[in-house]
């Protein structure tokens, strides 16, 4: 690099600079070092952290704003309280007039300089010394005036002042907002004074929500606020006239609430079409107007027809619906509120019906005693099914108007069955004509539910299963209903059931629905059948344990048909097995019956057994027969049951070694399994009864013979059954020298040698696991 200087020069200049840089870095390090060693520094560098401020300055200053501004009223209510009394009555108006002009005034400089919280702290003194204001003026110029309504007119004229003076100073949030909440006061305030009455109250606070409603409908500033105080100005009206409605005892006293009720309807219905979105507006309005048009009727009226006339002004609402000029809000509001008190009216009507027919339940206290009184409508007579009707209807109505919704179908299908089922009950119609009128009813329910089920599950009209899920679900109920009704005399419970199980037999066969409702009909028809035979069995008066051989009929009829009942095969067959096991219920208590019910169901399931599709039946039939020996023995008393079993045994065996001759594939459970276990299980039995040597000696010797049998031939069934059955006699002939030996034994020792064994156990735990293993696949190696 080239200079102008010479080298000497130049190297002197240079040495000259990095002289004054060192200094300076010198005096630099060490003034940072006096930073930060110093006892409170004002600065930090970059990581390296300071004390934590807990609060921001803006909620510091709030918080000091706020605590003067409560201190400054503390002190003014202390002056007013106690030192207003040592001032004239100049001093007076001079030193209110004075403090609170100052207190009003000052925000206006404070804003001017951009401090609005220290402008609203004082604007708050400000306003409560106006409130102070107006209780000095009570208190000096008119202490005679009633005190309720001076406060109605105080409290107007502060809202006014308050309005005009947020609005005149517009940087102030607080002064609108209490003008708004202190205009709620002065009109119920007036009307306490007036002692108008609840009616009267519920007016002014009528006009105060119309005032607020206007405002919030502007749309100025604090909107939100004046909706919600409508809102509640607007609730407290609605309450007054509904409570006021409700508790008129005639026609005339019942006037002046639905005058308020419709006043309330048209402010609701007239903000929601004002302001978009303000449904719940227009659903109060539809409420009050129910109750407005419903309320000078209900005192001539019983109260179930009074529901229906509250009910019929309801359903007009729900045209608002299709009425497409009304905008959104209203038809929302309107329809909303006719559909909440429709559903109000169809609960009140379901709780009649619902206790009508619980009151059925009775007989079964008493079944075939014909305890059932005189026919008497039940309360509230005819007007639940007629209440339930109007509401059907509707729901059907809305199905059309609202389409593609299928809620309103299953609703319409519920509430028309439960207007028509329990209708001849709340009539007081005779009991053959109410069972006549109610198996119709059930009828018709199921075909319903048929032909939904058949139509893709729509009814025709494009609404989904949800109506002929329904309809279903009725036509149970209404069975079990009115069979458990039908209990209360011999004739009605043939004709019933008859009649139930023809009907569902009938849908079963012929009807074109879904497989659901063919197999709910199916099950239906098997279970009238059952409760037939049942009830069949128990005409002659014998013990319930004849009843049951009855009752196998029906378990057979349904295997005699076996594939011709198509579709609904599995679920009649479930329904048959379901009665089979009640037979064996009802011959539990007789053990010769209870032999003959399972011989009888035993030759069932093998009859069924014989079609290839139901093979595995077979293994019941055989248990059955087997189980039904056992218990015929032991019902004669039979001591040596090896005489019965042996034959049977050797005929088993027989039939077993042929089988297993043409079929070397067949189970060895088959082929020996029944034969052998016809012996095994009834001898085990009586070992275990037997206090002799000769016959626990000889069933071990031949479980012995047949566990090497097994094992020679590798067939699972003897070795398997011989090994359990020698087992067990060893375990008899074992038992009472156990029993001396554990007796003998200090009382500590079992518990400690059980401890020690699940040790082991547990120690070896995967490798038992492997042994199981492998005890399982050599036994799924063997025949």
């Known amino acids: 690099m080239e200079t102008p200087l010479p080298p000497a020069e130049e190297l ?67 002056f007013t309280l106690v030192s207003w009394g040592s001032l004239g009555i100049v001093g007076r108006s001079a030193v209110l007039a004075a403090v609170t002009a100052t207190a009003l005034g000052t925000p206006w400089f404070l804003l001017r300089r951009a401090l609005r919280s220290t402008a609203e702290s004082v604007a708050a003194v400000g306003l ?48 609108l907002p209490t003008a708004l909440l202190t205009a709620q ?39 939100g606020l004046a909706w919600a105080a409508a809102a509640v100005a607007g609730a407290g009206a609605l309450l007054i006239g509904l409570s006021e409605s409700a508790g008129a005892a005639f026609a005339a006293q019942a006037l002046a609430p639905s005058a308020l009720l419709g006043a309330v309807a ?71 509120a006719g559909a909440g008190v429709a559903a109000l009216a169809a609960v009140w009507a379901l709780a009649s019906v619902a206790a ?81 009128a109610q198996l119709v009813v059930t009828a018709a329910a199921g075909v319903l539910a048929l032909r939904s089920a058949a139509a893709g599950g729509g009814v025709g009209v494009g609404v989904g299963r949800a109506p002929g899920i329904a309809a279903g679900v009725c036509a149970l109920l209404g069975a079990v ?26 849908g079963a066969a012929y009807g074109r629905g879904a497989v659901w409702a063919r197999s709910g009909a199916a099950v239906l028809a098997v279970a009238c059948a059952a409760g037939l035979l049942v009830a069949l069995g128990a005409v002659p008066g014998r013990p319930v344990a004849w009843w049951a051989p009855p009752l196998l009929a029906v378990p057979a009829a349904v295997a005699a048909l076996g594939p011709r009942l198509g579709a609904v095969r599995v679920p009649a067959e479930a329904a048959a097995g379901a009665a089979g096991v009640l037979a064996l219920a009802l011959a539990a208590g ?29 293994w019941a039939a055989g248990a059955l027969l087997l189980a039904a020996t056992w218990v015929r023995l032991a019902a004669s008393g039979v001591g040596v049951p090896e005489a019965y079993s042996l034959p049977v045994t050797a005929a088993a065996l027989a039939v077993g070694l042929v089988r297993r001759r043409k079929d070397p594939r067949a189970s060895s459970w088959t082929a020996y399994g029944p034969g052998l276990a016809a012996t095994a299980l009834p001898s085990l039995l009586a070992v275990w009864g037997d206090p002799y040597w000769p016959r626990p000696l000889l069933l071990g010797v031949a479980a012995l013979a047949v566990t090497l049998a097994g094992a020679r031939s590798r067939l ?18 074992l038992a009472p020298y156990v029993v001396q030996v554990v007796d003998a034994l200090p009382r500590w020792l079992p518990p400690a040698l059980a401890g020690l064994l699940l040790l082991v156990v547990g120690a070896t735990y995967e490798k038992r696991l492997r042994d199981a293993r492998r005890l399982r696949e050599a036994l799924g190696r063997l025949g």
């Not at 019910?597 to 079609?611: D, M, N, T």
């Not at 069934?717 to 008899?732: F, K, M, R, S, W």
Request: with cysteine; hydrophobic share 60%; aromatic share 6%.
């Open 12 to 78: 002197a200049l240079i040495d000259r600079e990095l002289a004054q840089l060192d200094a300076r870095r010198t005096f630099l390090l060490g003034r940072r070092q006096w930073l930060l060693s110093g006892p409170a520094p004002l600065w930090a560098p970059p990581g390296t952290p300071g004390p934590a401020k807990e609060a921001s300055a803006p909620g510091a200053q709030n918080v000091l704003l706020a605590l003067g501004a409560v201190l400054l009223a503390v002190a003014a209510l202390a």
């Open 128 to 175: 409560l010394l106006t409130v102070l204001d107006a209780y000095a003026l009570y208190v000096v110029a008119v202490p005679g005036t009633d005190g309720m309504a001076y406060a109605a007119g105080a409290a107007a004229v502060l809202a006014a002042v308050w309005a005009g003076y947020g609005m005149a100073l517009p940087g102030l949030r607080l002064p």
């Open 185 to 223: 006061l002065p009109l119920p305030l007036a009307a306490l004074a007036a002692a108008a009455g609840p009616v009267g109250i519920g007016w002014a606070l009528l006009a105060t929500a119309g005032l607020d409603a206007a405002l919030a409908v502007r749309g100025r500033a604090r909107a």
């Open 266 to 336: 048209a402010l609701g219905v007239a903000v929601a079409w004002r302001a978009a979105g303000a449904w719940p507006a227009a659903a109060a309005g539809g409420l009050a107007a129910v109750a407005a048009l419903g309320g000078p009727a209900r005192p001539a009226l019983e109260p179930g027809w009074a529901v229906v006339a509250y009910l019929l002004v309801a359903l007009a609402l729900l045209g608002a619906v299709r009425a497409r000029a009304l905008p959104e809000a209203v038809r929302r509001g309107l329809a909303g």
């Open 356 to 436: 009508a027919l619980a009151a059925r339940l009775r007989v079964l206290d008493q079944v075939w005693a014909a305890t059932t009184p005189p026919a008497a409508p039940y309360q509230p007579g005819a007007a639940a099914p007629v209440v339930l009707l109007l509401t059907a209807a509707a729901a059907w109505w809305l199905v059309r108007a609202l389409a593609g919704r299928p809620e309103p179908g299953a609703a319409a299908v519920a509430l028309g069955w439960a207007a028509l089922f329990p209708a001849p009950l709340l009539l007081g119609v005779p009991a053959g004509a109410a069972f006549a």
């Open 481 to 506: 209903n009115v069979s458990v009704a039908a209990l209360d005399g011999r004739l009605a419970t043939f004709a019933v059931l008859g009649a139930l199980g023809v009907s569902c037999a009938a």
């Open 590 to 618: 007789e053990a010769p019956v209870l032999a003959l019910v399972l011989a009888l169901a035993g030759v069932v399931c093998a009859g069924a057994a014989v079609r290839p599709e139901r093979r595995s039946a077979g």
């Open 716 to 733: 699972q069934a003897p070795l398997v059954l011989g090994g359990a059955t020698l087992a067990a006699v060893a375990v008899h002939e």
